[in-house]
């Protein structure tokens, strides 16, 4: 159980285009999702964290115009690139926190995507 | 606002050697505290946690934490390491309010080097 998935694992875009990365808790309902960056030999940092039905909490520094995050239902949380640069190129990770299980205080998390931005 | 710290970048052990992975966290209000595997071209994949009670933790594939409150640590340990386990390790912390979730600070992760 508590699997979370991302679509695509891997894109290749050109610089300017807008790109989409899709978290879905498959057997659960989260709440919360969260949306992570990683750079190469760094470690893992916040960017955001998404409540299904209201506006997603950009950490300090994560311009929210650039990286647009929805989330529209308690299974689906998405992360929109929007006119991307070669220094967005990174590994986005999102993580799902399950509807119902304050108790569990643990964050699944999906296998990633890697962004390249040529 | 939290931090976490893990001083070592990386750790060569020799296989069937014991290995001690060091976290020190700072926080001015209570944490858990987490440790995560990351295989080469993988996901997060939690090793352990601690959340209350017992302050030694146990987790999967031989691993085991020790949450030291006055010395605000978190260190990880093994007492055989195999081949299978060279992987980069973080130690991560994060809040909880009102039944709400609060993301993750990771530290910089080590990675794990497994010499045969």
């Known amino acids: 159980g508590a699997v979370v998935s991302q679509h695509p694992s891997r894109v290749i875009c050109k610089s300017g285009t807008s790109v989409k990365i899709e978290c879905r808790s498959l057997?659960?309902?989260?709440?919360?999702m969260f949306w992570y960056r990683q750079f190469p030999k760094k470690s893992l940092m916040l960017m955001a964290t998404s409540n299904e039905g209201s506006k997603a909490t950009y950490e300090q520094g994560v311009e929210k115009d650039k990286f647009l995050i929805n989330h529209a239902s308690l299974t689906l949380s998405t992360l929109t690139v929007t006119s991307a640069h070669p220094e967005d190129s990174s590994f986005y990770i999102c993580?799902?926190?399950?509807?119902?299980?304050?108790?569990?205080?643990?964050?699944?998390f999906g296998p990633g995507t890697r962004l390249t931005v040529l | 606002a939290q931090s976490v710290t893990q001083l070592d970048s990386q750790v060569p052990v020799f296989e069937e050697a014991p290995v001690e992975l060091r976290c020190n966290y700072s926080?001015?209000?209570?944490?858990?505290l987490f440790w995560y595997v990351q295989y080469p071209n993988q996901g997060l994949q939690l090793l352990l946690k601690y959340l209350s009670g017992s302050t030694l933790v146990k987790g999967i594939n031989g691993f085991e934490a020790e949450f030291n409150k006055s010395q605000t640590s978190f260190h990880l340990r093994k007492p055989s390491v195999h081949i299978s386990d060279t992987a980069e390790y973080f130690c991560?912390?994060?809040?909880?309010?009102?039944?709400?979730?609060?993301?993750?600070?990771f530290g910089k992760g080590t990675h794990l080097i497994i010499q045969p």
């Open positions: 993580s799902a926190h399950p509807q119902g299980l304050a108790g569990v205080r643990e964050q699944f």
């Open positions: 057997d659960f309902q989260a709440t919360t």
């Open positions: 926080s001015s209000v209570s944490v858990y």
């Open positions: 991560a912390v994060s809040t909880y309010s009102g039944g709400g979730a609060d993301g993750l600070t």
